[in-house]
């Protein structure tokens, strides 16, 4: 199967996961290493990456030599703002470019700041970054991304953290049929088939956090997405047979029976 591709950069996984909300970084490198990420997410403004000297270091658990490491945006509700939190985070990494750009509407929803995101997502590209982008799943916007020089575009199945699964289907076929950057869907996958169904649509991966840092066993959970995003890959690749209501076609073949 061909492996995923970021910004020139091939990965044998189609699981990105974050960072966040774990009770510590023993169990945070734990899940990671079970879901078998290669790209790990980090909120700038909520992690410590070298800001705090004092503090412990996330890359103490989670080496830039083993992960591709991916800064955030999370916390972020204006352009500014996030462009200035990926400037630092460029600082901290020792000038790595590729970055996941959030810039949110309001803190009840998380839902993205679209004319925000388009704003900072110019910016950031001109200023050498490679934007991975949280953004609505609506197709135009999601090509308006693109167009900016985006390399991935990633839409939302529902609300950060809601769990809820994916919501709307056809606009994310809309704009996986219209892509010519990896789509990656992000936020809303609360269980293993949600994972699965992202793939099956023809996503390119999926992102998430919340559905393993707060699954009951969150390392057994990441194994779970880890499967669950494989098959669902896999039976993209296959082609599912096709739906026919009403239309019984027997397993086993008919001809050659007693009787028949």
């Not at 135009?140 to 939302?156: D, F, R, S, Y």
């Not at 990441?222 to 026919?244: I, Y």
Request: net charge neutral; with cysteine; glycine share 8%.
């Amino acid at each position: 199967m061909h492996q995923l591709t970021i910004a020139g950069k091939a990965y044998r996984s189609r699981l990105l996961v974050g960072t966040g909300k774990y009770k510590d970084f023993v169990e945070t490198r734990a899940a990671i290493d079970a879901s078998g990420a290669e790209i790990v997410t980090v909120a700038i403004r909520r992690t410590n990456i070298g800001q705090d000297a004092s503090q412990p270091n996330l890359l103490d658990a989670i080496p830039p030599s083993k992960f591709t490491i991916l800064p955030n945006t999370a916390g972020c509700y204006s352009a500014d703002d996030a462009v200035r939190t990926l400037r630092l985070a460029r600082e901290l990494l020792d000038g790595h470019p590729l970055c996941k750009l959030e810039v949110l509407g309001d803190p009840k929803s998380l839902f993205p700041n679209m004319p925000e995101t388009l704003k900072a997502a110019e910016t950031l590209v001109k200023d050498g970054f490679q934007v991975m982008v949280y953004c609505s799943d609506d197709p135009i916007q999601a090509k308006m991304l693109e167009e900016i020089g985006c390399v991935a575009v990633m839409p939302l199945a529902s609300l950060i953290g809601s769990g809820m699964g994916i919501l709307n289907p056809w606009n994310l076929r809309l704009i996986i049929d219209n892509a010519k950057v990896p789509v990656i869907v992000d936020a809303g996958v609360g269980t293993a088939s949600d994972a699965a169904i992202a793939m099956e649509l023809g996503c390119d991966g999926v992102l998430m956090n919340t559905a393993i840092a707060h699954a009951r066993d969150p390392v057994l959970m990441a194994s779970a997405m880890k499967k669950g995003v494989e098959s669902g890959r896999e039976a993209f690749l296959a082609g599912r047979m096709p739906r026919k209501l009403y239309s019984a076609d027997p397993s086993s073949p008919t001809s050659g029976l007693i009787g028949s």
